[in-house]
């Protein structure tokens, strides 16, 4: 390369973007050096703004100091599941948008919130405009029971009634009927119990959080007293974590109520189970059998609300009141276990039980949905089929996140499979199999497609306007956030 050429292609960088060269010189000499040496940065497109896009975007941003990162968000919010699927009374969990807000404030990277990918844009429109596109919009739908009575009134999935009282635009309308006693939740994972325990919580605690609202008003009138949180399996094979349930013994005005005869055989299986295992088998072999000290004692008998396990049950119909027009109760397949350890299966026994209820929380699971035919698309795993987060048949084209690995894991793991998605795409860019040799427009191209489809992207400093109105609003009220509820209220603020 000619001395001149370098000069030349310092100055059209210099020109060209003065505020992005400017920010370069904070990345170091190495950065330095590496901008000035090449005539455009590789592009690449992140779809998704929840833990799996920004933690992506992270990693690359870090690793080189040459790569763009542009993000595309459904919403005009940023953060998915942070925002709309972390419990309101788990505010701790919440700080990653710390590190997720300097990730976007970042020189390199830029958020477009508004912008539907599959409806606004496709993802080949993209991959035509950046060197890379990486698919991370995680399992925005939910797995069915598939059993008679799915669909009548008092029946939700776990992921809506979380949208609802987190403030997910979709659910807003959703108002469960929160007027029965017995409300009963299907699946043993994480997200039931946090449906639980803010079925139960006391509203002293639940009014200092972001819950929304009007979830806030139907808790307070709620009459719902006992939850019970039904598995297929028994107790050794429950997918929730220790810290969750000891939330639910803890729970303040509460008490469980299990059945002892669940849990035979257990005490001799503990002994045999892996660490993790065992600490949360042993914390409900205490809750189910030992008997309370008294202080505990008079606690439960104080209670005015309870919970429960229930094992070896799955749902086999959705049971209607007189009138056919909302549920009345459950009928539950009595099971067997075959095997043993985590990897037992549930055997239907034959006999089946009915079990009066008002309300059903179907939590059995989250689900991928594909968003662009042109994206291969594993209908069976409900993921896009790729190795290492290279999409499969698709060169430039990676996913990362739950898309990547289907709807498990916490944020820590999601960030653990989006840095190696991340990994992947470099190592292709140094090896070549990423072709980055020639210029692609970027942002410049997609804004002009979305500019003549009518669509107006919020930027990430538009959404620190939202920020700010949600957090003061929330301070009026002895909360962290008062979210806004719906998408043309984001959009105005966003605006102003
Ligand atoms: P998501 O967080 O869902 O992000 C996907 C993003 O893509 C969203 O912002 C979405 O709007 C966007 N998107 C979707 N479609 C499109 C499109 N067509 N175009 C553009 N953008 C699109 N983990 C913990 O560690 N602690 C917890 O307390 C915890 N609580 C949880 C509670 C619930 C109810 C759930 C379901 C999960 C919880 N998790 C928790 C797990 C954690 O939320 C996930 O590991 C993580 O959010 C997965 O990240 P993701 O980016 O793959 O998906
Ligand atoms: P999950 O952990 O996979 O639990 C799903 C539950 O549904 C299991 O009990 C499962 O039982 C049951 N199930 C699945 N299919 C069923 C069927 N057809 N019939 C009856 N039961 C069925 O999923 P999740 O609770 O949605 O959580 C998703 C992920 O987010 C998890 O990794 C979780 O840890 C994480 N998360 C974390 C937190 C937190 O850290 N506080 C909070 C929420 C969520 P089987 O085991 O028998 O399949």
């Avoid at 993802?123 to 399992?139: D, K």
């Avoid at 006999?351 to 209908?379: M, N």
């Amino acid at each position: 390369m000619s001395g001149h050429k370098l000069l030349f292609d310092g100055l059209k960088l210099w020109t060209s973007g003065r505020s992005r060269w400017i920010s370069r010189l904070h990345d170091g000499i190495n950065g330095r050096v590496q901008a000035c040496f090449s005539s455009f940065s590789p592009k690449v497109c992140i779809v998704g703004s929840g833990p799996a896009g920004f933690y992506t975007a992270q990693h690359l941003i870090k690793a080189r100091q040459d790569v763009e990162v542009d993000i595309y968000e459904r919403l005009p919010v940023p953060f998915g599941l942070v925002r709309f699927g972390v419990a309101p009374d788990h505010p701790e969990v919440k700080n990653v948008i710390n590190t997720f807000t300097q990730t976007a404030k970042h020189s390199r990277c830029s958020f477009y919130g508004n912008v539907n990918v599959g409806r606004d844009v496709s993802v080949e429109e993209l991959q035509r405009a950046y060197h890379a596109v990486v698919l991370s919009y995680g399992a925005e739908g939910n797995r069915r029971m598939g059993v008679p009575g799915e669909d009548l009134a008092g029946v939700y999935s776990a992921k809506d009634f979380v949208g609802w009282y987190n403030g997910l635009p979709s659910c807003r309308e959703l108002s469960p009927d929160l007027s029965c006693e017995t409300a009963v939740i299907l699946g043993q994972g994480n997200v039931a119990l946090d449906v639980a325990r803010i079925l139960l919580s006391p509203i002293d605690i639940l009014k200092k959080t972001d819950i929304t609202q009007p979830a806030l008003e139907a808790l307070v009138d709620s009459q719902v007293r006992r939850v019970l949180i039904v598995g297929r399996r028994g107790p050794i094979q429950v997918a929730c974590t220790i810290k969750e349930l000891r939330e639910m013994v803890n729970l303040p005005d509460t008490r469980p109520e299990m059945v002892a005869a669940d849990f035979e055989g257990v005490t001799e299986a503990v002994k045999d189970l892996p660490r993790p295992r065992k600490r949360l088998t042993e914390l409900m072999l205490k809750t189910a059998l030992e008997v309370p000290g008294e202080k505990e004692q008079e606690r439960r008998n104080r209670a005015s609300r309870v919970w429960a396990f229930r094992f070896f049950r799955s749902p086999v119909e959705i049971l209607a009141n007189p009138d056919n027009n909302r549920t009345a109760g459950i009928r539950l397949a009595v099971n067997r276990l075959e095997g043993s350890g985590e990897g037992a299966r549930a055997v239907l026994t034959g006999e089946v039980e009915d079990v009066a209820c008002g309300l059903v929380i179907s939590s059995i699971g989250y689900k991928s949905l594909p968003i662009d035919p042109s994206v291969p698309f594993d209908s069976y795993k409900a993921i896009v089929p790729n190795s290492m987060g290279r999409v499969q048949q698709a060169a430039g084209l990676y996913c990362s996140g739950w898309l990547k690995t289907g709807p498990t894991g916490v944020i820590a793991t999601t960030m653990n499979n989006s840095f190696d998605t991340a990994r992947s795409l470099l190592e292709d860019m140094d090896s070549g199999t990423l072709d980055v040799s020639a210029a692609r427009p970027g942002s410049q191209s997609i804004s002009g497609l979305l500019e003549k489809r009518g669509v107006r992207p919020v930027t990430f400093s538009d959404w620190e306007k939202i920020d700010s109105v949600e957090t003061s609003r929330g301070d009026a009220t002895g909360k962290p956030r008062e979210k806004l509820l719906t998408v043309e209220e984001m959009l105005q603020l966003a605006r102003k």
